[in-house]
Nanobody
Framework: QVQLVESGGGLVQAGGSLRLSCAAS????????MGWFRQAPGKEREFVGAINWSGGTVYADSVKGRFTISRDYAKNTMYLQMNSLKPEDMAVYYC??????????????????WGQGTQVTVSS
């Protein structure tokens, strides 16, 4: 059974930082790209960033320079370090894994497994 579990969400003031974790189990994900998405109330789920099997990353323009994705292969865990948080970053954050080989995609439909989400609240 494949499982992705996010943690690390919470309440933070604007300008603050949070680190989200996404722990994967049930399969070795080191060969696959993993991504972060977010969804605010009343809005579509949007791409935040992704990391491929070799550690290459891609980010949405809205978070570039503020967010950093990394992964610990030994722990089968991906991280999202979020700095300089803004009220518009407030959303439920989801991690996902793409079993398609050799790509880093920003399209949610390409991802095969999803976590349950973790809430990030940013107060102004």
């Amino acid at each position: 059974q494949v499982q992705l579990v996010e943690s690390g969400g919470g309440l933070v003031q604007a300008g603050g930082s949070l680190r989200l974790s996404c722990a994967a189990s049930g399969r070795i994900f080191s060969a696959y790209a993993m991504g972060w998405f977010r969804q605010a109330p009343g809005k579509e789920r949007e791409f935040v960033g992704a990391i491929n099997w070799s550690g290459g990353t891609v980010y949405a323009d809205s978070v570039k320079g503020r967010f950093t994705i990394s992964r610990d292969y030994a722990k089968n865990t991906m991280y999202l370090q979020m700095n300089s948080l803004k009220p518009e970053d407030m959303a439920v954050y989801y991690c996902a894994v793409d079993l398609g080989m050799g790509r880093t995609t920003t399209y949610a439909g390409d991802y095969d497994y999803w976590g349950q989400g973790t809430q990030v609240t940013v107060s102004s």
